[in-house]
């Protein structure tokens, strides 16, 4: 089971056109902490975590999806300049998936 894509059917079968929203994965490794004291920074698991976003993806887009709002609230703070590769990376990557998606701040 996939709550996003088991809530999205729910929806659909009672005749309720929705839109998807995820937490965008940049605000859900910014909001993250480090394992241990010198462990890897969370961003360093960007490259597994859109791996997980991109099947979710498709499997919304399976369920009849046209659209996603991803939210990324930290867009409306000062980045760093990983953070900021980090966006470029998430959303090149994404944006070549099955669904449309809406970026909101």
Known sequence: ACKPVDEF?????LGIATR????GPVTFLRQ???SAAG???PLEALPRLLDAYAGLLAR?????ADWVQMDE????????????E???TAYARLASGPC???VAS
């Open 9 to 13: 059917l729910e929806a659909k079968a």
């Open 20 to 23: 998807p929203v995820l937490l």
């Open 32 to 34: 993250a902490k480090a």
């Open 39 to 41: 462990g890897p920074a």
């Open 60 to 64: 919304l887009a399976d369920a009849g």
């Open 73 to 84: 609230p930290v867009l409306v703070l000062d980045l760093s300049a990983a953070e900021r």
């Open 86 to 88: 980090a966006f470029r």
């Open 100 to 102: 449309r998606l809406l």
